[in-house]
């Protein structure tokens, strides 16, 4: 039997229609829910201009590989954050940036930075332990679906209601 944890991850980006079906029989797949216990995820879950946020506790492994490897696939953004397993794992937050390298930190149960004396001393510099920090506090933008109604300027509409 494999060994659970607690996951949420984070997703946005572009993606057309069909792109989004996909995406969507894969979170249910992986028995993930937009709220910690609940009904595991439909299209109709997402809130139109926001990233998706899901949740599910007992994921083997702490991993939804086949989720993560679609978005890294089609370019779309993610924070994942497993926690540990006692004696196995550490808790970790993965990031990928909808380009490039899928990044992994060392995170504790509560998804804060950790960083141990090896990884100062490789970054050498206080501005560099910074900018490590900063790349890990990575904010996942919206998931943005092909038909999608165009975002709402909130300053354009209360300039339009109190002119």
């Not at 995170?107 to 990884?119: A, F, G, N, P, W």
């Amino acid at each position: 039997m494999a060994d659970r944890v607690p996951v949420s991850i984070t997703i946005g980006g572009h993606a057309d229609q069909s792109t989004f079906a996909e995406l969507a029989a894969l979170i249910a797949m992986e028995g993930l829910s937009t709220e910690w216990d609940g009904p595991s995820f439909e299209p109709g879950h997402r809130t139109i201009g926001e990233a998706v946020s899901l949740h599910a506790h007992e994921v083997a492994w702490g991993r939804v590989e086949a989720l993560e490897s679609f978005c890294a696939e089609k370019g779309l953004p993610f924070v994942r954050w497993s926690g540990s397993y006692p004696g196995e794992w550490s808790a970790e937050r993965i990031v990928f940036r909808g380009a490039g390298t899928i990044d992994s930190y060392m995170v504790d149960e509560s998804d804060r930075v950790m960083i141990d004396r090896y990884l100062v001393n490789e970054r050498g510099s206080i501005a560099a332990v910074l900018a490590y920090f900063d790349a890990a506090a990575f904010v996942v933008p919206p998931l943005v679906v092909e038909g999608d109604p165009p975002p709402v300027d909130a300053a354009a509409v209360e300039e339009a209601c109190h002119g």
